[in-house]
């Protein structure tokens, strides 16, 4: 069993949309979560992270974790264009690494 | 403030070769990691430098492959000889901070192509 499973999509969604982005993981033991962003061609850029469960919200952007359900969400209010990209949850290991899901494609369409 | 760039952002080498890749962080960052990204497969962890020292090395493939950091600024990874499956994105990170969520700065990758 993989530690982050994530759906790969792609999931396409007219501009102005809700997005919801959701990953599952194993280990009840982590403890920080983070979603990253990543365009065409480039690397991997941080979004947001959250620690242990609850919300948190950073413009359009709310990222919550479920920690009873091993379960995180990344909600995309008022969907751009611009926020087309692949979105990868990812989990804070012990020791500095990043344990990353397989990423989900998103195309918001004009 | 220069973000961390990677050298070459593509490679087409074939089966046999070396390759080495080149990894600049942030300045003044302490820890460098590299991932890697295989064709329909999640980013995964290689190792992780704290200055000059590997810190951990768990996620490295096998003995074709060679990380060093002299100096504690630049690192370079090298696969020697390569072969068809270690095709695939390189990605380098850099941290300033060791522990906690000290957000993790990544490159543009290195696109790696083995015939």
């Known amino acids: 069993q993989k530690e982050v499973e994530q759906d790969p999509g792609p999931l396409s969604v007219p501009e102005g949309a809700i997005v919801s982005l959701n990953c599952t993981y194993s280990n009840s033991a982590f403890q920080y979560f983070m979603w990253y962003r990543q365009y065409s061609r480039k690397g991997p850029e941080l979004l947001m992270y959250?620690?242990?469960?609850g919300n948190k919200e950073d413009g359009r952007f709310t990222a919550q974790v479920d920690k009873s359900s091993k379960y995180i969400s990344l909600f995309i209010r008022d969907s751009q264009p611009s926020d087309s990209a692949t979105y990868l949850c990812a989990i804070f290991n012990a020791g500095n690494m990043l344990t990353f899901g397989g990423g989900t494609r998103l195309m918001v369409k004009p | 403030e220069a973000g961390v760039t990677q050298f070459p952002s593509h490679s087409v080498i074939e089966k046999g070769q070396t390759v080495t890749l080149r990894c600049d962080p942030i300045s003044g960052h302490d820890n460098l990691y590299w991932y890697r990204r295989v064709m329909g497969k999640e980013i995964k962890f290689l190792l992780h430098f704290v200055k000059e020292s590997k810190q951990d090395e768990s996620g490295m493939p096998n003995n074709r492959f060679l990380a060093e950091r002299t100096g504690g600024t630049y690192s370079t990874l090298k696969v020697q000889p390569a072969e068809l499956e270690d095709s695939g994105v390189y990605f380098c990170?850099?941290?300033?901070?060791?522990?906690?969520?000290?957000?993790?700065?990544f490159g543009p990758g290195t696109r790696l192509t083995v015939l």
């Open positions: 959250t620690y242990s469960s």
């Open positions: 990170a850099s941290s300033g901070l060791a522990g906690g969520t000290d957000t993790q700065y």
